[in-house]
């Protein structure tokens, strides 16, 4: 949240814009993102409004993919970039239709060109949330051997409207700034650029087994597993299973379907690791000049190197 020093009964409401503006190193003010005020909370003790802010991603989480099984906006073959871009547009782009479109609210919501730069695939997602879709679209691309991110990017119409435009990226968000990259950035205490450092390893919600079922009844159901041998075998202890229902979103209609799903669901469950802390301006590492938002950067804590973006 972030916490203003007054009451601001006249600023703060439902879905009003929260904008922040960024300079590097003494250059051009610039967008950095645009978020969206859907909580808020007075504090009468000290007189002060605190706002929680929300995303452009946000628009995603509020909607379903309101269309049957059989459908051709629920089961599609394309790909994985492309075919989120399609969800995007049948949810809340051109095609929503009247009531859902937000293509002609504010400065209105554009979804990017198709590139066909993740792999291809068969998914199925039918009343399901759009938001979670994309995320285990993104998770089958990296699985398939193609990272797949994406976001909802705001700028300025020329009327001085907020627009929105749902973009993907492949490979990183930004530029690559790894140790074996042509232009690589380190952080680190020994770099002076990296304060309250910290590596974490979560094995709390991880899976290494997952049972994939498919289409049909009972014994007769198509069942397609996943499982990462490496993982399960780091501790004796360390086999963790979920189970993945590929029919649900019509497209478990094979073995190799069912168990595309899996290997999709396989990959979220991989335990997180982490490595952050407080990034400090330096000569050499400045926000905004020699690395910006999504670059992959190499950090160094507890003499480990990892690539963190």
């Not at 929260?18 to 007189?47: A, C, P, Q, T």
Request: charged fraction near 25%.
């Amino acid at each position: 949240a972030i916490v203003l020093p007054d009451y601001y009964d006249n600023y703060v409401k439902l879905d009003y814009n929260l904008e922040f503006w960024r300079h590097g190193g003494g250059g051009v003010l610039k967008l950095f993102n645009v978020y969206f005020i859907r909580r808020w909370m007075y504090n009468d003790d000290n007189s002060t409004t605190a706002v929680w802010r929300y995303d452009g991603n946000y628009l995603a989480q509020g909607r379903i993919v309101a269309y049957d099984a059989a459908s051709a906006e629920a089961l599609q073959t394309d790909y994985l970039d492309d075919m989120s871009k399609v969800i995007m547009i049948d949810a809340l782009g051109a095609d929503a239709g009247t009531g859902r479109t937000l293509s002609s609210v504010g400065g209105g919501v554009t979804i990017a060109a198709e590139l066909g730069a993740a792999p291809s695939a068969t998914k199925g997602f039918s009343w399901r949330n759009v938001h979670d879709v994309l995320l285990d679209l993104a998770a089958a691309s990296k699985q398939a051997g193609t990272n797949l991110y994406f976001d909802m990017v705001p700028s300025f119409t020329s009327a001085g409207k907020i627009a929105w435009k749902f973009v993907t990226y492949t490979g990183q968000r930004g530029a690559d700034h790894t140790s074996d990259s042509a232009n690589p950035l380190h952080f680190g205490a020994a770099w002076g650029n990296l304060s309250g450092g910290y590596y974490e390893a979560d094995h709390s919600e991880e899976w290494n087994y997952v049972y994939g079922r498919g289409q049909g009844v009972e014994e007769y159901r198509y069942e397609g597993d996943a499982s990462d041998t490496a993982r399960i075998g780091a501790s004796k202890w360390n086999r963790r299973e979920e189970y993945c229902n590929a029919s649900a979103g019509g497209e478990g209609a094979s073995v190799a379907a069912t168990t595309a799903d899996a290997e999709a669901r396989l990959e979220q469950g991989r335990p997180k690791w982490r490595a952050g802390g407080t990034l400090l301006d330096t000569p050499q590492a400045r926000y905004d000049v020699d690395f910006g938002f999504g670059d992959r950067v190499s950090v160094d804590i507890r003499h480990k190197q990892i690539d963190a973006e």
